[in-house]
């Protein structure tokens, strides 16, 4: 079985500001793991993937996420905040092979200060 | 670009009334999903489907069916809905390991 923790339901920045939003998973094999953001009345849409291969992710808007196994995480990162950038984040996984049933966290809302 | 349709943005709807979610997708995905999403819970898996006319439960199936007689389609049906069902519900769909989301449907039932 899989799970993910994202620790902290809000997290507010200053604009220009450094975004970091954490996620810890859970996997007795290897994940595939994704961000995806969430604005108001809006489905999801993907910002980013990790399947295999490199280790730092870039996805669309500037962000990025770095896969550290030893430390089961996973966590989303972007240099400056942008106003544009508030919204709900999530992350989740899925376990090669199989079914691909895709376990997600709880969300970050995301509030940028200007 | 993949594209998910979910038949409504906002539906209401009585206590007690049988109410079906519908969701179309048209990029012949093998892969369809069901879930809720409420606040602080995130999404929770009610049904998915991994080919036509087949479904596995999620995590939190009880009150809901659905439907795959078509590739492109995959219903979500409440039986007899009721006021704690009232959330939104988001449809997906995927080939590989990225899911496709819809726009969600905002379910209010009174």
């Known amino acids: 079985a899989q799970s993910v923790t994202q620790l902290g339901s809000h997290v507010s920045v200053s604009e220009g500001a450094l975004v970091l939003l954490r996620c810890n998973y859970s996997?007795?094999?290897?994940?595939?793991l994704f961000w995806y953001v969430q604005y108001p009345n809006q489905g999801l849409q993907l910002l980013l993937k990790?399947?295999?291969?490199?280790?730092l992710v870039k996805g669309i808007n500037g962000f990025e996420a770095e896969f550290k196994k030893s430390e089961t995480s996973f966590h989303l990162t972007k240099p400056s905040a942008h106003m544009s950038d508030a919204a709900e984040y999530f992350c989740?996984?899925?376990?090669?092979?199989?079914?691909?049933?895709?376990?997600f966290g709880t969300g970050t809302k995301l509030q940028v200060i200007p | 670009d993949v594209k998910v349709t979910q038949s409504s943005r906002y539906l209401v709807k009585r206590t007690g009334e049988k109410v079906f979610l519908e969701c179309v997708q048209d990029m012949d995905h093998e892969n369809m999903f069901w879930y809720r999403q409420d606040p602080g819970l995130g999404l929770r898996l009610i049904y998915f489907s991994y080919d036509v006319k087949m479904k596995e439960k999620g995590d939190i199936p009880e009150g809901y069916s659905v439907s795959r007689e078509k590739k492109e389609r995959f219903s979500l049906i409440l039986e007899s809905a009721s006021t704690n069902q009232t959330s939104m519900y988001l449809c997906?769909?995927?080939?590989?390991?990225?899911?496709?989301f819809g726009q969600g449907t905002r379910l209010t039932v009174v």
């Open positions: 996997s007795s094999v290897p994940p595939y």
């Open positions: 989740a996984v899925r376990l090669e092979g199989g079914y691909q049933k895709v376990t």
């Open positions: 997906a769909s995927s080939a590989t390991a990225t899911a496709f």
């Open positions: 990790y399947t295999t291969g490199a280790t």
